[in-house]
Structures are given as structure tokens and as C-alpha cells.
């Protein structure tokens, strides 16, 4: 089956631009997570969504910082007014969830959309 | 709050060299613990990880033992091949009585096998 997808694999913009990124998770994964990875540094967590809703936003650095999952599949992360500290490596990974039923949920992740705030 | 810990690199090794990545870590709660590998050009992908104390993950000849008392997870091959080059990355998760496995990723670690 396919993995996670992510779209697009690169985007460009303008400092204060509005930006979208996509991400496809697994079938039937119920648990979706965004990371950001900066360079030469680690992913960090940046928002958790289990089902349609967004569970843990403790990651998301301010309010320019959006993600929604209306269908509970589909998540789009959303930044407003765009700064060039926003430059980073987006990545959405996807797990099966709470129906897992286990002591851990490995995720699994995509490859990842690179913006670039010049 | 929850952190790891990893080796600086890069590292360099020839092949058939026996590699050590050093991690260690913080935690809240009683972690799971894995290792991530971002090959050149692709994404991150799970090698191995442990769920509890004294279990060791290991895959592709590559092994880490959960060490709750030293709170470690090394990273070990006995003997690394050229293909073996990439980033590596510790992390752990941390229920804490939920659903959220969030990830919490040490820097990385860079390694490159040379011929």
C-alpha cells in the first residue's frame, strides 16, 4: 500500500505570504502528527490530531501556526504572514491511533515538504 | 520535560568498522525508545526501537539494548558497510496514560562509510 504523502515536496515564497501544505496519511492511520526539522537539527513535534481533531497543539510555535483534519484523514498545515525563520523541512507522519491497543504506535513517515521564506 | 541526547558527528568509519552512536535521555514517564534512519534524498524511516527495560530492538544488523537504570539506547553494528551512510536519530515517546506517542528526536547523527 502507499505510504505517507506529502505535498508539495517543495514551496517558495515570499516573507508574509500565506502558505498550505498537504499531507496524505496511511489508510486507516487515525493518528496524525506535523513535525518541523530544521536544519541540522532533530524533528520537533509540532501538533497531534487522533481522528478530526487536533489533540495536543503544544508544539506549534505561535498563532501563524494552523492544522486541521476535517474528514479525518486529509491534514492541511496552514501559515499566515510567513517569516524567514519559518524555513524548515515539514514533516506529517501517520500511526494507527488509539485503536492500536498498544504500549506504543509506531508512525510512519513522509517525505517531507521543504519551505524556503525568502 | 522529555529530551535525547545523541552523539555530535559526524562520524566516519571504514567499512567492516564496529559503529557506536551514543544516546541518552530524560523522560517524564516510562518511554518507548527508537532509532530513525534518513538515507541521502529520503525520508526518515523507523530501524529498530524498544518498548520496555532490557529489551533490545535490532534490524539490518543493527542493535540498541533499553538500559532504564543508565537511561541509554546505543546504537551498535558489528561491522558497517558503505550503504550504512546516513543520518541517525534517537528518539522516544511518551504516553503519559493517552493516546499521543508523541516524538521527541535527539540532533542526529551523521554517518559516513567510506570504502
Known amino acids: 500500500g502507499a505510504g505517507v504523502s506529502q505535498t508539495p515536496s517543495n514551496k517558495v515564497t515570499e516573507k508574509g505570504k500565506y502558505v498550505e501544505l498537504r499531507c496524505d496519511p496511511i489508510?486507516?492511520?487515525?493518528?496524525l502528527y506535523w513535525y518541523r526539522q530544521s536544519l541540522g537539527q532533530g524533528p520537533e513535534f509540532l501538533i497531534y490530531f487522533q481522528g478530526t481533531g487536533a489533540a495536543d497543539d503544544s508544539g506549534l510555535p505561535n498563532d501563524r501556526f494552523f492544522a486541521v483534519r476535517p474528514e479525518g484523514s486529509v491534514s492541511t498545515l496552514k501559515i499566515q504572514r510567513t517569516e524567514r525563520g519559518d524555513s524548515a523541512v515539514y514533516l506529517c507522519?501517520?500511526?494507527?491511533?488509539?485503536?492500536?491497543?498498544?504500549?506504543?504506535?509506531?508512525?510512519?513517515f513522509g517525505p517531507g515538504t521543504r519551505l524556503t521564506v525568502l | 520535560g522529555n529530551s535525547v541526547t545523541q552523539m555530535e558527528g559526524p562520524v566516519t568509519l571504514s567499512e567492516e568498522a564496529f559503529l557506536t552512536i551514543n544516546c541518552t535521555y530524560t523522560a517524564t514517564g516510562y518511554p518507548s525508545l527508537f532509532w530513525y534512519v534518513q538515507y541521502p534524498g529520503e525520508g526518515l524511516q523507523l530501524l529498530l526501537k524498544a518498548t520496555k527495560a532490557d529489551d533490545k530492538g535490532s534490524n539490518k544488523g543493527f542493535e540498541a539494548t533499553y538500559r532504564k537504570e543508565t537511561t541509554s539506547f546505543h546504537l551498535e553494528k558489528g561491522s558497517v558497510q558503505v550503504s550504512d551512510s546516513a543520518v541517525y536519530f534517537c528518539a522516544l515517546s511518551d504516553r503519559g496514560g493517552g493516546s499521543n506517542y508523541k516524538l521527541t528526536f535527539g540532533k542526529g547523527t551523521l554517518l559516513t562509510v567510506n570504502p
Open positions: 507522519a501517520s500511526s494507527l491511533g488509539a485503536a492500536s491497543g498498544r504500549s506504543t504506535d509506531t508512525q510512519y
Open positions: 489508510s486507516g492511520h487515525t493518528a
